[in-house]
C-alpha cells in the first residue's frame, strides 16, 4: 500500500494576504490560483522542496468558518514546518518579522522553534537530526 497526505485545508481570512504571507515570509510557492467563482478560489501553497504537501487556502464561507481562523486546533502547535538549515532559516523569517512565540532549544529529536502565522496558528519549526528519522528525507 502506498498513500500520503496530498494537502489539507488551513482556514484563511482573505486569499490575497494568505498568499503574501505564505510566500513573501516563508518563501512558501503559490502552486495554483483558479478562480471558481466570484466568491470562490482554489488556492494551492506548499514549501519549496520536494515531497512536501501542498496547503489549500480555504477563505471562511460564514461565521462558524470565520470562528476558527488561527485557532484550528484548540491554541496547540498545528503545523510542523521543517528545514535542512535551521539557523538559515530561522535567521531569514525572523528579519521578515515572522514573531517566535518560543525560542530555539534543542531536543532530542532536533532543534525546534514555534512560530505563528499571520493568523495566529502555531507551527513547530524543526530540524531533525537524521538519526533519529531515517526516514524524513533531508
Not at 42 to 69: H, K, M, Y
Request: charge should be negative; hydrophobic fraction near 40%; charged fraction near 25%.
Amino acid at each position: 500500500m502506498n498513500q500520503r497526505i496530498g494537502q489539507f485545508a488551513l482556514v484563511v481570512r482573505d486569499y490575497d494576504e494568505a498568499i503574501a504571507f505564505y510566500t513573501e515570509k516563508l518563501n512558501f510557492v503559490l502552486l495554483e490560483d483558479t478562480p471558481l467563482s466570484e466568491e470562490k478560489r482554489w488556492v494551492r501553497i506548499a514549501p519549496q522542496g520536494e515531497g512536501t504537501c501542498g496547503i489549500l487556502l480555504a477563505r471562511a464561507a460564514n461565521d462558524e468558518q470565520r470562528s476558527r481562523i488561527g485557532n484550528q486546533t484548540g491554541g496547540r502547535v498545528f503545523l510542523f514546518l521543517y528545514t535542512d538549515d535551521f539557523w538559515r532559516d530561522y535567521n531569514n523569517m525572523v528579519s521578515k518579522g515572522i514573531v517566535f512565540v518560543r525560542e530555539p532549544h534543542e531536543e532530542e529529536f532536533g532543534t525546534v522553534a514555534v512560530f505563528q502565522d499571520l493568523y495566529g496558528n502555531l507551527w513547530d519549526f524543526i530540524q531533525q537530526r537524521l538519526s533519529i528519522n531515517p526516514f524524513f528525507g533531508f
